[in-house]
Protein backbone atom coordinates (compact mmCIF):
# COMPACT_ATOMS: atom_id res chain seq x y z
CA UNK A 1 0.00 0.00 0.00
CA UNK A 2 1.34 3.69 -0.83
CA UNK A 3 2.13 5.63 2.41
CA UNK A 4 -0.13 8.49 -0.05
CA UNK A 5 -2.67 7.64 -2.34
CA UNK A 6 -4.13 10.87 -5.02
CA UNK A 7 -5.65 9.94 -7.71
CA UNK A 8 -3.74 11.35 -10.60
CA UNK A 9 -6.46 13.08 -12.82
CA UNK A 10 -6.78 14.82 -14.42
CA UNK A 11 -9.75 16.79 -12.84
CA UNK A 12 -11.80 19.20 -15.11
CA UNK A 13 -14.27 21.59 -13.83
CA UNK A 14 -15.36 24.83 -15.36
CA UNK A 15 -14.68 27.98 -14.01
CA UNK A 16 -16.29 29.20 -10.98
CA UNK A 17 -17.24 25.62 -9.86
CA UNK A 18 -15.64 24.12 -6.65
CA UNK A 19 -12.84 21.43 -7.35
CA UNK A 20 -12.46 18.90 -4.72
CA UNK A 21 -9.09 17.17 -4.60
CA UNK A 22 -8.91 13.83 -1.89
CA UNK A 23 -5.64 12.10 -0.51
CA UNK A 24 -5.92 9.14 1.97
CA UNK A 25 -2.25 8.52 3.81
CA UNK A 26 -1.66 4.99 5.70
CA UNK A 27 0.36 6.20 8.31
CA UNK A 28 -1.81 6.66 11.52
CA UNK A 29 0.52 8.66 13.96
CA UNK A 30 1.25 11.53 11.45
CA UNK A 31 -0.01 15.16 12.57
CA UNK A 32 0.93 17.61 9.82
CA UNK A 33 -0.98 17.53 6.43
CA UNK A 34 0.00 20.05 3.40
CA UNK A 35 -1.12 20.93 0.28
CA UNK A 36 1.34 21.74 -2.19
CA UNK A 37 0.37 23.31 -5.84
CA UNK A 38 2.97 22.94 -8.87
CA UNK A 39 2.45 24.21 -12.12
CA UNK A 40 3.79 22.63 -14.85
CA UNK A 41 7.85 22.84 -15.34
CA UNK A 42 7.63 24.42 -11.91
CA UNK A 43 8.96 24.28 -8.31
CA UNK A 44 5.68 22.70 -5.58
CA UNK A 45 4.64 25.65 -3.83
CA UNK A 46 2.63 25.23 -0.19
CA UNK A 47 -0.86 26.51 -0.16
CA UNK A 48 -1.72 24.78 2.97
CA UNK A 49 -1.29 23.19 6.38
CA UNK A 50 -3.43 21.23 8.41
CA UNK A 51 -3.06 19.85 11.92
CA UNK A 52 -6.22 19.31 13.48
CA UNK A 53 -9.50 17.85 12.72
CA UNK A 54 -12.03 19.66 10.48
CA UNK A 55 -11.81 22.12 8.23
CA UNK A 56 -9.38 25.09 7.87
CA UNK A 57 -10.38 27.88 5.37
CA UNK A 58 -7.76 30.16 3.48
CA UNK A 59 -9.41 32.51 1.02
CA UNK A 60 -10.84 30.04 -1.77
CA UNK A 61 -9.26 27.01 -0.58
CA UNK A 62 -10.63 24.72 2.18
CA UNK A 63 -8.40 21.99 3.94
CA UNK A 64 -10.32 19.22 5.48
CA UNK A 65 -8.73 16.76 7.86
CA UNK A 66 -10.15 13.13 9.00
CA UNK A 67 -7.66 11.51 11.18
CA UNK A 68 -9.92 8.86 11.84
CA UNK A 69 -10.62 7.43 8.53
CA UNK A 70 -7.38 9.12 7.54
CA UNK A 71 -8.54 11.45 4.53
CA UNK A 72 -7.62 14.73 3.85
CA UNK A 73 -9.17 17.03 0.99
CA UNK A 74 -8.72 20.17 -0.73
CA UNK A 75 -11.51 22.54 -1.82
CA UNK A 76 -10.98 25.14 -3.86
CA UNK A 77 -14.43 27.76 -4.93
CA UNK A 78 -15.00 29.79 -7.56
CA UNK A 79 -12.01 27.60 -9.59
CA UNK A 80 -9.93 29.75 -11.99
CA UNK A 81 -7.98 28.73 -14.99
CA UNK A 82 -5.15 29.68 -12.84
CA UNK A 83 -5.71 26.91 -10.47
CA UNK A 84 -4.67 24.40 -13.00
CA UNK A 85 -1.64 22.55 -12.06
CA UNK A 86 -1.11 19.55 -9.91
CA UNK A 87 -1.80 19.77 -6.71
CA UNK A 88 0.49 17.42 -3.82
CA UNK A 89 -0.79 16.25 -0.85
CA UNK A 90 1.95 15.51 1.97
CA UNK A 91 2.38 14.37 5.47
CA UNK A 92 5.14 14.68 7.87
CA UNK A 93 5.93 11.06 8.77
CA UNK A 94 6.22 10.22 12.18
CA UNK A 95 9.41 9.21 13.84
CA UNK A 96 11.47 10.25 11.39
CA UNK A 97 13.17 13.17 12.17
CA UNK A 98 12.49 17.13 11.69
CA UNK A 99 9.80 17.71 8.91
CA UNK A 100 10.65 14.76 6.92
CA UNK A 101 7.75 14.88 3.90
CA UNK A 102 6.01 11.96 2.56
CA UNK A 103 4.12 13.34 -0.96
CA UNK A 104 1.76 11.40 -2.76
CA UNK A 105 2.20 11.59 -6.90
CA UNK A 106 -0.15 14.56 -7.27
CA UNK A 107 -3.62 15.39 -8.70
CA UNK A 108 -3.54 17.43 -11.95
CA UNK A 109 -6.54 19.55 -12.11
CA UNK A 110 -7.40 21.60 -15.69
CA UNK A 111 -9.89 24.62 -15.05
CA UNK A 112 -11.64 25.47 -18.19
CA UNK A 113 -12.69 28.96 -19.29
CA UNK B 1 14.16 38.46 -2.28
CA UNK B 2 14.22 34.74 0.29
CA UNK B 3 15.34 31.89 -2.35
CA UNK B 4 16.43 28.97 -3.23
CA UNK B 5 18.88 28.60 -5.86
CA UNK B 6 19.93 25.71 -7.84
CA UNK B 7 22.79 24.82 -10.37
CA UNK B 8 22.22 23.83 -13.31
CA UNK B 9 18.78 24.03 -14.04
CA UNK B 10 19.37 21.76 -16.87
CA UNK B 11 22.36 19.17 -16.97
CA UNK B 12 22.58 16.31 -20.16
CA UNK B 13 26.11 14.17 -18.95
CA UNK B 14 27.07 10.60 -19.54
CA UNK B 15 27.30 7.70 -17.55
CA UNK B 16 30.60 7.42 -15.32
CA UNK B 17 31.17 11.65 -14.95
CA UNK B 18 30.77 12.90 -11.76
CA UNK B 19 28.78 15.33 -11.24
CA UNK B 20 27.62 17.91 -8.71
CA UNK B 21 24.47 19.96 -8.06
CA UNK B 22 24.53 22.73 -6.12
CA UNK B 23 22.28 24.43 -3.84
CA UNK B 24 22.18 27.89 -1.79
CA UNK B 25 19.66 29.40 0.42
CA UNK B 26 19.69 32.52 1.98
CA UNK B 27 17.10 32.36 4.62
CA UNK B 28 19.68 31.03 7.30
CA UNK B 29 17.27 27.95 7.20
CA UNK B 30 18.97 25.19 9.14
CA UNK B 31 16.80 22.16 7.07
CA UNK B 32 17.94 21.33 3.54
CA UNK B 33 16.75 18.44 1.54
CA UNK B 34 17.05 16.69 -2.02
CA UNK B 35 14.11 15.89 -3.35
CA UNK B 36 14.22 14.01 -7.06
CA UNK B 37 10.60 13.64 -8.84
CA UNK B 38 9.71 10.88 -11.30
CA UNK B 39 6.09 10.72 -13.85
CA UNK B 40 4.14 8.39 -10.85
CA UNK B 41 6.40 8.10 -8.32
CA UNK B 42 6.38 11.85 -7.12
CA UNK B 43 8.61 13.43 -5.02
CA UNK B 44 10.86 11.07 -2.98
CA UNK B 45 13.81 12.51 -0.27
CA UNK B 46 17.31 11.60 -1.35
CA UNK B 47 18.96 12.97 1.55
CA UNK B 48 18.39 15.71 4.26
CA UNK B 49 20.28 18.20 6.28
CA UNK B 50 19.41 19.38 10.23
CA UNK B 51 21.83 21.41 10.39
CA UNK B 52 25.84 22.24 9.13
CA UNK B 53 27.94 18.97 9.28
CA UNK B 54 24.59 16.73 10.17
CA UNK B 55 22.97 14.75 7.17
CA UNK B 56 20.86 11.72 6.68
CA UNK B 57 19.34 9.58 4.18
CA UNK B 58 15.70 9.67 2.86
CA UNK B 59 14.41 7.49 0.92
CA UNK B 60 16.23 7.04 -2.31
CA UNK B 61 20.06 7.62 -1.29
CA UNK B 62 21.58 5.28 -3.42
CA UNK B 63 24.07 7.01 -5.61
CA UNK B 64 24.15 9.91 -4.39
CA UNK B 65 26.19 11.71 -1.64
CA UNK B 66 25.53 15.28 -0.09
CA UNK B 67 28.21 17.47 2.17
CA UNK B 68 26.80 20.23 4.92
CA UNK B 69 29.88 22.44 5.57
CA UNK B 70 28.40 25.58 5.43
CA UNK B 71 24.44 26.57 6.44
CA UNK B 72 23.44 28.26 3.10
CA UNK B 73 24.91 25.17 1.00
CA UNK B 74 23.81 21.95 0.30
CA UNK B 75 25.34 20.35 -2.89
CA UNK B 76 24.19 17.07 -4.13
CA UNK B 77 27.03 15.15 -5.41
CA UNK B 78 26.66 12.12 -8.04
CA UNK B 79 30.20 10.31 -7.73
CA UNK B 80 29.09 7.93 -11.29
CA UNK B 81 25.79 8.69 -12.59
CA UNK B 82 23.87 6.09 -14.11
CA UNK B 83 20.86 6.39 -16.70
CA UNK B 84 18.49 5.89 -13.91
CA UNK B 85 19.72 9.06 -12.05
CA UNK B 86 17.58 10.82 -14.92
CA UNK B 87 15.12 13.19 -12.90
CA UNK B 88 14.38 16.19 -12.18
CA UNK B 89 15.79 17.70 -8.77
CA UNK B 90 14.57 19.88 -6.42
CA UNK B 91 16.30 21.17 -3.34
CA UNK B 92 13.97 22.51 -0.55
CA UNK B 93 14.79 24.62 2.91
CA UNK B 94 12.59 25.23 6.10
CA UNK B 95 13.62 27.09 9.21
CA UNK B 96 13.09 25.99 12.65
CA UNK B 97 9.78 27.90 13.57
CA UNK B 98 8.05 27.41 10.00
CA UNK B 99 5.80 24.43 8.38
CA UNK B 100 6.79 25.57 4.73
CA UNK B 101 9.56 24.14 2.74
CA UNK B 102 10.83 26.53 0.24
CA UNK B 103 11.78 24.54 -2.95
CA UNK B 104 14.00 25.43 -5.74
CA UNK B 105 13.64 25.77 -9.00
CA UNK B 106 14.41 22.46 -9.96
CA UNK B 107 17.51 20.69 -12.03
CA UNK B 108 16.48 18.59 -14.93
CA UNK B 109 19.17 15.93 -15.19
CA UNK B 110 19.73 13.64 -18.15
CA UNK B 111 21.99 10.37 -17.97
CA UNK B 112 23.15 9.12 -21.48
Known amino acids: QKEVEQNSGPLSVPEGAIASLNCTYS??????FFWYRQYSGKSPELIMS????GDKEDGRFTAQLNKASQYVSLLIRDSQPSDSATYLC?????????????FGTGTRLLVSP | EAQVTQNPRYLITVTGKKLTVTCSQNMNHEYMSWYRQDPGLGLRQIYYSMNVEVTDKGDVPEGYKVSRKEKRNFPLILESPSPNQTSLYFC???????????FGPGTRLTVL
Open chain 1, 50 to 53: IYSN
Open chain 1, 27 to 32: DRGSQS
Open chain 2, 92 to 102: ASQGLATDTQY
Open chain 1, 90 to 102: AFEGVNTGFQKLV
